[in-house]
């Protein structure tokens, strides 16, 4: 397997510019702004096909591409690492790990797009990770690799961290911006799309830390290394992270196209040794694959498609035989409704509904035509909400109820759960 | 309105703060300063909310949406300690159920609630970005991970004495 992001040993200090240094750091952006024109580094993003890894799979060199260079006006570039998709927290091990990789990466990408001040949206709680990433960025503008003059070049650039305050819906790109303004953090309508007017109505990239920390590599070995891992259609690899009913979660670096099952191993199986009932294979938001679904499935973005779901965030929740789906929905249904900014009313409403409806069927009320109603409210918001959580709602509703209706018929029918409402495994907890 | 003393003794972090932000974005102190606001003083005063509008010279009632927007800001006090579970998905499927009944019935604290002598809160929260170490339990902010119901209980005893 090929690692491009966890290349080295975690020790003690290898998080710091020296350790970075030793590994070759800052070598790439040194070339960047002594030989190559901004051009020339988005042509090789492009080239690499790089898809995002935040969530939506968007091809990174042709997001850059819509920033007109020289146009007289400031451009931002933003990191995402507000790291809100439940059953996703790979972000933080390049945050804690690997910050130089990031900032290297994040200031290549300024070069390229025209960017003098770039930001990176962390989520509010994160502590160690805001820690690592401030004294990283304390250490490279000492070194005189950040600020004014950048290694003697012309090229100026400072690294802003922002940190957020407790809300999902901060982690959608318009609303990090909104939020990076100091207001509430409400996604906006697109058109316009944020390339073209984002932060404070300018030309604006939002990233995921992890697909800008790939840059870095992507730039010094060239596009076709970096085409040469992975599949001909999801390039690279991915962080992944796993949780849930394994025996070793964590994150995990594997090449596009790796196998389920070796994955699963890679963890060390199912807990207690059960039965695999089901995996969500890319944060909550993707759609439920049963455990004899993903088995024999290649996760790359193409291979989940095909079975109706996606890698997502690639945050992998690993769920055992004798786990309750419908309780599992509630706790899902609970956190849309309570993250919903309310701005839009299918998803204020829906979101509400849909919360009211699971808990009346877990209190032992629920009647045979709810699970209609949680399927049209999913349908409802389809296209007509400004931001994607609406949606990703109803796809994790409708993606559970088609996998396992009869474990909501039965509640429905007998008033109680066919697992006994359990989403533990026993022998462990 | 005249500002608390938290609210000038920050000024100073506040002006250094303004310097690396770019021109034009005083908008964007809005969240920092909060931040920090409620990190010296546990949380935000009415008559700071005035003072920092006045600051920064944005609306008063920025301030006010964004204090009722975000999860992790309050304008109210907690508990000198703090305990916040997740529970979302990852940390239900390791048993954060039951941790926050067993730490429920510990305080004597129904979720949200305060006890009367003000040392503790019990709240739950939302994914922490930590499910790979689930069930996460914040007490004051610090992340503990891997959580078991007997390890927070025998640590809440040790902080009924603090
Ligand atoms: C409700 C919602 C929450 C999101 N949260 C995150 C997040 O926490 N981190 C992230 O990188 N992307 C998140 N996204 C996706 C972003 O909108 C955006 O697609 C991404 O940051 C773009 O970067 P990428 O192309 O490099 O993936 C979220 C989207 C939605 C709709
Ligand atoms: S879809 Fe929901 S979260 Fe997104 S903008 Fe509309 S109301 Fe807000
Ligand atoms: S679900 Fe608890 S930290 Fe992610």
Redesign the interface.
């Known amino acids: 397997m090929t690692k491009l992001i966890m290349t080295f040993p975690v020790t003690e200090t290898s998080h710091t510019l020296a350790s970075y240094r030793s590994r070759g750091g800052y070598a790439t952006l040194e070339r960047v702004v002594r030989e190559m024109r901004p051009e020339d580094v988005t042509r090789e993003v492009t080239a690499a096909g790089v898809q995002g890894r935040g969530g939506a799979a968007f091809p990174a060199g042709r997001k850059w591409s819509v920033i007109k260079l020289n146009d007289g006006q ?1 451009h931002y570039l933003c990191a995402n690492a507000d ?7 790979k ?2 091990w390049i945050l804690e790990n690997a910050p130089h990789l990031l900032l290297e990466s994040m200031l290549i990408a300024a070069y390229a797009l025209q960017v ?2 770039a930001f990176v949206y962390m ?6 990770p805001y820690r690592r990433l401030a004294s990283a960025i304390d250490e490279a503008t000492a070194a005189g690799l950040m600020g004014e003059r950048i290694l003697g070049s012309a090229f100026d650039c ?1 690294v ?1 961290i ?7 819906v901060c982690g959608e790109a318009s609303a990090l911006l909104t ?7 409400y996604p906006r309508n697109r058109p316009p799309r944020l390339t073209v007017r984002g932060l ?1 109505q300018r030309p604006t990239v939002v990233n995921n830390v992890e697909t800008l920390s790939n840059i870095t590599g992507i730039v010094r070995d060239g596009a076709a290394a970096f085409r040469a891992v992975g599949t001909a259609d999801s390039p690279g690899t991915r962080l992944v ?5 394994v025996n070793r ?3 995990h670096e594997i090449d596009l196209g790796y196998a389920f099952e070796r994955l699963l191993d890679d963890c060390g199986g199912v807990l207690d040794g059960r039965a695999l009932k089901a995996v ?1 294979p890319g944060g ?1 938001s993707s759609k439920v694959l049963t455990g004899d679904e993903i088995m024999p499935l290649a996760l790359d973005h193409e291979s989940l498609a095909a079975a109706g779901s996606s890698l997502g965030s690639g ?1 992998m ?1 690993v ?1 055992a035989e004798g ?1 309750c789906m419908v309780r ?1 929905l509630q ?2 249904l609970r ?1 849309y409704h ?2 919903s ?1 309310g701005q839009c009313t299918p998803c204020r409403e829906g979101m509400g509904w849909l919360h009211r409806i699971i808990d009346r069927i877990v209190a032992g009320e629920g009647r045979p035509e709810d699970i209609d109603r949680l399927y049209r409210i999913s349908a409802a918001n389809d296209g007509t909400t400004i931001c994607g959580l609406g949606d990703a709602a109803g796809y994790a509703t409708s993606g559970i109820l088609n996998k396992f209706r009869p474990e909501f018929e039965y509640w429905i029918e007998h008033k109680r759960s066919r697992f006994d409402g359990n ?2 495994c026993r022998a462990s ?1 | 309105m005249s500002a608390s003393p938290t609210f000038a003794s920050l000024v100073p972090e506040f002006d250094a703060l303004r310097r ?3 021109p ?2 005083e ?6 300063c ?2 920090r606001l409620q990190e010296a003083w546990g949380h935000v005063e009415d008559s700071d909310i005035a003072a920092l509008a006045e600051y920064l010279a ?1 609306p008063r009632v ?1 301030i006010e ?2 204090l009722s ?5 309050r304008r109210e006090p907690v508990g000198r300690w703090h305990v916040e579970v997740c ?4 940390c ?4 954060a ?2 941790l926050l009944e067993r730490l429920s019935s510990k305080l004597g604290l129904a979720p949200g609630d305060t006890s009367a002598d003000g040392r503790f809160t019990l709240s739950t ?10 069930p996460v339990v ?1 007490v004051n ?3 503990h991970e891997n959580a078991s119901a007997p390890e927070i209980e025998r640590m809440i005893e040790g902080l009924e004495r603090a």
């Not at chain 1, 922002?162 to 999902?168: D, E, L, P, T, V």
């Not at chain 2, 908008?27 to 920092?32: I, Q």
């Not at chain 2, 927007?69 to 800001?73: A, D, H, K």
């Not at chain 2, 239900?92 to 048993?95: A, D, E, I, T, Y």
């Open positions: 400031p790291e809100g998709e439940p059953g996703t927290f972000d933080r003098r001040h989520r509010g709680e994160f502590d160690l400072d802003l922002y940190r957020g305050a407790g809300s999902y939020s990076i303004e100091g207001k509430r953090g404070y992270s796993v949780s849930g009913h979660p964590g994150v969500i909550i945050g929740i769920i786990t599992l706790v899902m956190f309570h993250e900014c989403l533990v907890s | 690396r932000f770019p034009g974005f908008s964007s102190l809005v969240l920092p909060l931040r944005v920025q949406e964004a927007f975000y999860g992790q800001l529970r979302n998905v990852s239900s499927l390791r048993g159920e039951t929260c939302e994914c922490l970005g930590s499910c790979g170490t689930a914040l902010g610090v992340y």
